[in-house]
């Protein structure tokens, strides 16, 4: 159900809209996961933004990044990107599914999934993680983030903004808490627990920190313990959508 809400009824300028009308102290908790980001890549890096909508993020991480690669199984959500990055020469966007992803082993200096990805993206953790590590490259850093439970009053007001607009079905109040927002249209929205990630990164040769950020993000940074030496020759040499 999450995967076609973010395909179909919340993708492109229906996406947009979402954070068009975040109350301030969501804003900042936007702004908050970009900038920890922003301090964990360096200039001349190769960047992947997984699950990257309309874009939302690449202009801010393509002004410190050398390239920055997006991809989204929405397609609506890329065509509106195209205009939405027009002045953005240093991105690609393309279809793709994040957990089972066409690139090359340790093709990006970065790998980076905000905003709850993790959860929302509704596909298997294992998988989602296993990918993201195998396509980070030596010495590279992936970087996953959820809601932090002090968060919680923050974003159901923000879900209940979108809810408000039509963005969202009608949020089922009786059944929505305990970090789960439901919506009586089937929309269901999780988060990752500290427990969760370090439970699912213990499954892997790397290392993992476990950072809230802001009060309202928890990050999950990894680094791999042993790195594959193959990768992409040239960013620019991908297939367009």
Known sequence: MVNIYYSDNLAAERLKRCYDIAPPRVRQYLKAEIEYVLDRIHPGDNVLDLGCGYGRAVPRLAQKAAFVVGIDTSLSSLKFGLSFLRRVPNCLL????????????????????????????????????????????????????????????????????????????????????????????GFRATTFSREQFLALTSKFPVDADIVEVDRSSLFCLIRKKRVSKRGLRSLHDLPRI
């Open 94 to 185: 393309l279809k793709m599914d994040a957990a089972g992803m066409s690139f090359l082993d340790g093709s990006f200096d970065a790998v980076v999934c905000i905003q709850n990805g993790i959860s929302a993206f509704q596909v298997d953790p294992f998988r989602l993680v296993s990918e993201s590590i195998r396509v980070a490259g030596e010495n590279g850093v992936v970087l996953f983030s959820t809601y932090s439970e002090k968060f919680w009053p923050r974003r159901l007001e923000w879900f209940r903004l979108q809810a408000a607009e039509g963005l969202l079905g009608e949020i089922d109040e009786e059944k929505t808490g305990g970090g789960m927002i439901v919506c009586k249209d």
